[in-house]
């Protein structure tokens, strides 16, 4: 069974610093890994994707990285910022039937910038 | 722009009395889901939906139905509600393709209920 482990749970910074949130899942065999982030009492907003034959994707001061051999990924945020502080989830997914696909989440990282 | 639209936002219910949670979308997605959300458990699949007539159960199904009559529409009924069905609901959608794993998830913004 797929377990996917997000550490810490929590993390406070100041305000631009550069941060990583680690990532881990106990099945190499996966589809592809998801970086979401999910405000208080709002849903979840897909931030990465990582195919299973790619190493890393990159959008703005965001660099996700993918090791399936190791079981791992990280999230790489660059010069944070207050609006960055939300809860950020990690998904990794198997497929079901006809191209659709089951994420296994792990319970977050919550992330606070102080200003 | 309306992505996933979740419907009510919050709810609360007795044990035993039954609801449906309504999720429209309108980016014409084939794939359909149902996720709950609970403190230490992450996020779980209930039920899924790869088009209209065809559904499948995910990894929580009990308690839970769900039917698909509209590629737009995916319902998910409570027939009688239990307190261990508190919990946050998330409907998500995506397309299907011959590219499926590039297809990111879009969820709708969730419903709280509380049974009692």
């Known amino acids: 069974k797929q377990e996917v482990t997000q550490i810490p749970a929590a993390l406070s910074v100041p305000e631009g610093e550069n941060l990583v949130l680690n990532c881990s899942f106990t099945?190499?065999?996966?589809?592809?890994l998801q970086w979401f982030r999910q405000d208080p009492g709002k849903g979840l907003t897909s931030l990465l994707l990582?195919?299973?034959?790619?190493r890393e994707q990159t959008s703005g001061r965001l660099n996700a990285s993918l090791d399936k051999s190791s079981g791992r990924s990280t999230l790489y945020i660059a010069a944070s910022q207050p609006g960055d502080s939300a809860t950020y989830l990690c998904?990794?997914?198997?497929?079901?039937?006809?191209?659709?696909?089951?994420?296994?989440f792990g319970q977050g990282t919550g992330l606070t910038i102080n200003p | 722009n309306a992505g996933v639209t979740q419907t009510p936002k919050f709810q609360v219910l007795k044990t035993g009395q039954s609801m449906t949670l309504q999720c429209a979308q309108d980016?014409?997605?084939?794939?359909m889901s149902w996720y709950r959300q609970d403190p230490g458990m992450g996020l779980r699949l209930i039920h899924y939906?790869?088009?209209?007539?065809?559904?499948d159960q995910g990894e929580v199904p009990n308690g839970y139905n769900v039917s698909r009559s509209t590629t737009e529409d995916f319902p998910l009924r409570l027939l009688s509600a239990a307190p261990s069905q508190t919990s946050v609901y998330f409907c998500?959608?995506?397309?299907?393709?011959?590219?499926?794993?590039?297809?990111?998830?879009?969820f709708g913004s969730g419903t709280q209920l509380s049974v009692l």
């Open positions: 998904a990794v997914s198997r497929e079901l039937i006809q191209g659709a696909q089951k994420l296994v």
């Open positions: 980016m014409n997605h084939e794939y």
């Open positions: 099945d190499s065999a996966i589809y592809n």
């Open positions: 990582i195919q299973s034959s790619q």
């Open positions: 939906s790869v088009g209209a007539g065809i559904t």
């Open positions: 998500a959608s995506s397309h299907l393709g011959r590219a499926a794993t590039n297809e990111k998830l879009f």
